[in-house]
């Protein structure tokens, strides 16, 4: 149980990172346009 929880939460962690990265590399295209 605990191993699949780890799991998951590791896949959130790197779901959430790469969304954060796209939305940061949005801003800056924004801000650069």
């Not at 590791?10 to 650069?32: D, G, I």
């Amino acid at each position: 149980m605990e191993k699949t929880l780890s799991t998951l939460w590791k896949r959130l962690e790197t779901l959430y990172a790469t969304k954060s990265l796209a939305n940061h590399l949005v801003l800056k295209q924004r801000r650069f346009a």
